[in-house]
């Protein structure tokens, strides 16, 4: 009868995973999620009740990450991005190969204060449209938008705020966020040092172009909005301040986040230079209802016995030690990931590790697995998917899931590794 239960939950995961990835009658992943939700709670594998315990888990984390990517697409349409990637390739004076390092860099910046989807999502135009003006090849310019999509993800471990998955794990087991950055902020570095060095090794032939730097055109003017545009890095500043005194008093970081998305965006209104209403518009309001309905299909998952077996797999791999169990176990949370996506697979690491006490080395390798891990297929990630179909629609380049996973395989596997043996250093010797 145990195993039936088991069964059947995984079943309506998968059923619900496929309305997710595959959108059948162009269904919002949102609807998916619930329609999963709703056939979960008729079965019996979750309860009414579920939603409840669920709301509470995942409130915070979803409305923090709703105010992130409505603040970055302001900033993205008063043209601030546009103008600092332009600025950019200035400053690489013509030499592909420090193009694609600067344009590295800034999508990790980018990444630690707007999210990983902020980067994928917002950076990725931008640079295409570079690589076109450049005229740069397909092929030279599929290699910088890779590491554009790749970074956004493996760079996303600074701040709670620089990954849905972060607001989770660290949520879940009331991390501060001035103990969570303290934390994974060696790891963060050792990851972007770790991803640039593979992704030149990589793409050290694509990249090693001239292009002539009068073709990038005048950066001065992208700006929409010179107000907003000015405002940026002040603002930028004194949100990320706000979010290491709310650390202070345990204040949740949507508490911080709201308010600050709602004074940029009443600012671009007032100035009515920027269309507020195709930002709110644009705003992943559909992730609010996805994180409810799957994870409510998660947590019958894993009352139906598979926390269990996770949990028990985690006490085997502990009994190796450290760092042998930090390693292996965010390595299986980033094959997780990669095979069921990182949203639920996020939801199944904290379960699990809750039941081991909530193990520091777990709880954050965990959080490191999920942000890299989904690199090692395209349903890793939901922005992966809207990225790779935005590619293909808007610019005419196609990532083929064959050749996603062969750069997702050779790059985030050792970049995934050296971040948790970083972990694993950090916790143990106090760095």
Known sequence: MLLFHLLLAAAVFTFTLILVIAKPWKLDIGYSALIGALISILLGISTPYDIVKVWNIIWNPTFTFVAIIIMSLVFDYSGFFEYYAIRISKIAAGNGLRLFVLIVLLGSAISAF?????TALVLTPIVSAITARTGMDKR??????????FIADSSSLPFIISNLVNII?????????AEYAETMIIPDLVSILASLAVLILIYRREAAVQ???ANVGDENKVIVDRQIF????????????????????SIPVS????????????????????????????????????SLGMYVVVYGFGNAGLTQLLTDLMRHLMILGN?????LGGLFFGFLAGSMNNLPSTMMGVLTVSNLNGNRFLIYANVIGNDIGPKFTPIGSLATLLWMYTLKRKHGIEITPAYYMKIGFMAALPVLTLTLISLYAVIELGL
């Open 114 to 118: 707007f999210a990983n989807d902020g």
């Open 140 to 149: 030279r310019a599929t290699a910088f938008i890779m590491a554009t999509g």
């Open 169 to 177: 794990g660290a949520g879940y087991f009331g991390i501060s966020f």
């Open 211 to 213: 292009y002539n730097t």
């Open 230 to 249: 000015r405002l940026a890095f002040p603002f930028i500043a004194l949100v990320v301040l706000a979010y290491f005194l709310s650390s202070i008093d």
């Open 255 to 290: 508490f911080i986040a709201l308010p600050a998305a709602l004074i940029i965006l009443y600012l671009a209104r007032v100035n009515g230079k920027i269309n507020t209403n195709t930002v709110i518009r644009e705003a992943p309001w559909q992730i609010v209802l996805f």
């Open 323 to 327: 760092p042998t169990y930090t390693v």
